[in-house]
C-alpha cells in the first residue's frame, strides 16, 4: 500500500463517529514495548537498531489485522510525508525526526499504527474517533497479545513493562483524549479544569501533545501515571474525568448562550466572515476561527452534514497537509497561509451562513445544573 | 569571584544543590568543572525536566559510579538524558530508581497485563506462596498428616514450574525448604523435576 493512497483518504478516527464526537474529537490508547536483552533505541548501536527494526517489522505485519497495511523506514519518508503522518496524529514528534533504524507500519483504516525504535522499540497505538478509549484499548491490546507470540518483551515480576523511559515503566500505556472545549475557554474556565485534573496524575496538553501549544481550543487529557494501577483502571479513571469535563463544557455552552449569547453569536460569525474572506491565514488563527464555527455545527447554526467539511479543515489546513498535493519545493510560510486561505475559503463557500438570528434553545447540550449565579 | 576549587580562575559554572533540604552552591571554573565532571550542566537539568524535578538527585542515591553491567550505560548517562539504556538498567539503577518511581507513579508494583507466556507461572508463584504459609503454620500446629499434602502439592506445583522454565531456557530454580520433610525417594538436594 502506497503512502500517497493512504492519506488521499481521511482517517477512520476523524471522518468516523463516536459516542460524544462533537466535543471528544478522538480517543487513543499507545502502548510501549522492548525487546527482551536488547539495547533500548537511544542506546543502541546503528546496527542493532536495525536488527530489532527487521525483527519486529516482520511480526507486526503478520498480524491479521495488518493486512495490506502500509509499512515504510523512516529513511525512505520524505520530510513532508512524515509531518503529513504527524498531523495525524499516526506518528509522533520524536518518531517523525528519526532517520536509519525506525520505521512505521499502519493499517487502511488509519486506526492501528506501530512505530518502531522510537524512544521504545515499539510503540503502538490505536485511535478512534469520539469517547471510546474502552474500545480502543481492546483493539491495541488484541495486538499487543498477538505480537506476544512471536516476540519477547521486556517485562519485570514487579516494575511490569519496562520501558527507556521510567515515567512509561509498568503498562507502558497512554490513553488519551483530544477534547474540543471553545465554552470552557471562553468561559475562562479552562485553566481552573487544567489544574485540577493535573492534581489528580491526569495531563493536559496542546495538540500535538507534550510541549505543544493548545490551538483551536482543542486539548488532550491523558494518564500521567504508569506504574500501580491496572489498564482498566487507569482508563476507567481517565473516562471518568473525561465525562466531567464533557458536562462542564455542555454547561458551558449554555451559560453563554443564556448570559452572553451576542458574544458567542458575535464570535461565531465573525470567524465565518473571516474564514470566508481571508486571503493570508496562519495556522493558529485558523484553527482558532474553525473552533467557533465547530461549536456553530453543535448549537444548530450551521447544517449539521457540513460537520465533516469543517473537522476536515482542521487536518487539512496544517502545514504539511496543505503541501502534501503539491509538487513543488517546500512553499515559505506566507504562500502557505494563502494557499490555506485559499481552501477554506473553497470548502466554506459550499457552507451556508449561520443562522444567527435564531438563538438555539436545544441542541447538543443537555445542561442539567442551572444553577451559577449572574456575575457583576 | 574564583573558582572554589582552584581559587584562582574565574567561575564560569555554578552549581547549586540541594542536599537534605540544604541548598549548596559550588562556583567552578571551567577546568575545574571538566575535571569533576559537572561539565555538562544542561545533563542535571534534563533528568529533572523529563522526570521530574529532584529526580536527578534520586538518580545520586545509586552508589557512586554504578554502571549497568549488561549495557555498559552509567548513572551520569541517566541523569543527562533522563533514559535507561536497556531493560536491566533497572536492576543496576533500582537503588535511585524506587524513590523516582514512587514519586512519579501511584505505587512502585505492576498491577496491570502480564504476558500470558508469565502469567502462568506468576499464578502459579502466588499460589506456591500460599501452600508455604499453610504449610508453615501446619507444622507450628503439629498438624503433620495436612502438613505432608501439602508439601507434595507445592512439589507438584514446584516441578511444573522447573520444567517451564527449562523450556524457556532459564536456570532451574533451586529448591531450599524441603528440608524439613525428606522424603524416601528425594534427597532434599534432588531438583523437583528429577522425582519420578
Not at chain 1, 132 to 148: G, H, K, P, T
Not at chain 2, 167 to 175: C, F, H, I, K, L
Request: proline share 3%; aromatic share 4%.
Amino acid at each position: 500500500m502506497k503512502l500517497s493512497r493512504i492519506i488521499a483518504n481521511t482517517g477512520e478516527w476523524l471522518s468516523g463517529s463516536g459516542p460524544h464526537d462533537e466535543i471528544v474529537v478522538s480517543s487513543r490508547v499507545r502502548l510501549a514495548r522492548n525487546l527482551k536483552g536488547k539495547p533500548f533505541p537511544g542506546w543502541a548501536k546503528k546496527a542493532e537498531r536495525v536488527m530489532v527494526l527487521e525483527e519486529i517489522r516482520s511480526a507486526v505485519e503478520q498480524l491479521p489485522e495488518m493486512k495490506g497495511s502500509f509499512s515504510e523506514k523512516l529513511e525512505d519518508l520524505s520530510p513532508l510525508e512524515k509531518q503529513v503522518l504527524m498531523e495525524r496524529h499516526l506518528i509522533s514528534r520524536e518518531h517523525a525526526a528519526k532517520g536509519v533504524g525506525s520505521a512505521v507500519v499502519m493499517n487502511t483504516a488509519q486506526t492501528l499504527s506501530f512505530m518502531i525504535n522510537e524512544e521504545d522499540h515499539l510503540r503502538m497505538q490505536a485511535i478512534r474517533a469520539g469517547l471510546q478509549l474502552d474500545e480502543v484499548f481492546a483493539m491495541i491490546n488484541q495486538a499487543d497479545s498477538e505480537l506476544e507470540d512471536s516476540l519477547e518483551f521486556a517485562f519485570h515480576n514487579e516494575l511490569g513493562y519496562l520501558t527507556a523511559c521510567p515515567t512509561n515503566v509498568g503498562t507502558g500505556m497512554r490513553a488519551s483524549a483530544m477534547l474540543h472545549l471553545p465554552g470552557l475557554v471562553m468561559s475562562e474556565q479552562v485553566n481552573k479544569i487544567v489544574n485540577s485534573v493535573n492534581k489528580i496524575g491526569l495531563a493536559v496538553r496542546g495538540l500535538h501533545g507534550e510541549g505543544t501549544e493548545a490551538m483551536g481550543n482543542l486539548f488532550q487529557v491523558s494518564n500521567q501515571t504508569t506504574l500501580g494501577e491496572s489498564e482498566a483502571e487507569i482508563i476507567g479513571r481517565l473516562n471518568k474525568v473525561i465525562c466531567q469535563i464533557l458536562e462542564h463544557e455542555q454547561n458551558a455552552r449554555q451559560i453563554l448562550l443564556q448570559q452572553r449569547a451576542e458574544t458567542l453569536l458575535d464570535q461565531i460569525g465573525r470567524a465565518y466572515g473571516i474564514l470566508c474572506h481571508a486571503h493570508s491565514i496562519s495556522t493558529k488563527e485558523a484553527l482558532n476561527l474553525l473552533s467557533f464555527i465547530k461549536m456553530g455545527i453543535d448549537l444548530g447554526l450551521f447544517p449539521s452534514k457540513s460537520r465533516l467539511q469543517v473537522d476536515e479543515l482542521f487536518i487539512e489546513t496544517q502545514p504539511a497537509h496543505l503541501q502534501k498535493g503539491l509538487q513543488v519545493a517546500k512553499l515559505v510560510a506566507d504562500e502557505r497561509d494563502s494557499l490555506r486561505a485559499a481552501l477554506i475559503r473553497a470548502k466554506l463557500k459550499k457552507m451556508p451562513e449561520p443562522e444567527i438570528g435564531k438563538i438555539p434553545t436545544t441542541g447538543t447540550t443537555g445542561s442539567k445544573t442551572m444553577t451559577s449565579s449572574e456575575e457583576s | 569571584m574564583f573558582c572554589d576549587v582552584c581559587k584562582s580562575k574565574e567561575p564560569t559554572v555554578f552549581l547549586t544543590q540541594i542536599v537534605e533540604g540544604k541548598m549548596q552552591k559550588v562556583n567552578l571554573c571551567e577546568s575545574c568543572s571538566k575535571e569533576k565532571g559537572v561539565n555538562d550542566p544542561t545533563g542535571f537539568a534534563l533528568a529533572d525536566l523529563l522526570l521530574g524535578l529532584g529526580a536527578a538527585q534520586e538518580i545520586e542515591k545509586n552508589p557512586v559510579g554504578v554502571r549497568c553491567q549488561v549495557c555498559g550505560f552509567s548513572q551520569t548517562d541517566f541523569k543527562k538524558t533522563g533514559r535507561l539504556g536497556c531493560s536491566s538498567c533497572y536492576d543496576a539503577f533500582a537503588e535511585g530508581l524506587s524513590g523516582m518511581l514512587k514519586n512519579m507513579h501511584r505505587g512502585n508494583i505492576h498491577t496491570g497485563k502480564v504476558p500470558e507466556k508469565l502469567a502462568a507461572a506468576r499464578l502459579r508463584k502466588e499460589e506456591l506462596n500460599l501452600l508455604q504459609t499453610s504449610l508453615d503454620k501446619a507444622v507450628i500446629d503439629e498438624r503433620f498428616e495436612e502438613a505432608a499434602n501439602l508439601r507434595d502439592k507445592i512439589r507438584r506445583l514446584e516441578s511444573e514450574d522447573a520444567s517451564e522454565r527449562v523450556n524457556q531456557g532459564g536456570e532451574v530454580a533451586s529448591v531450599g525448604r524441603m528440608e524439613l520433610f525428606p522424603a524416601e525417594e528425594t534427597s532434599p538436594t534432588k531438583k523437583p523435576s528429577q522425582k519420578p
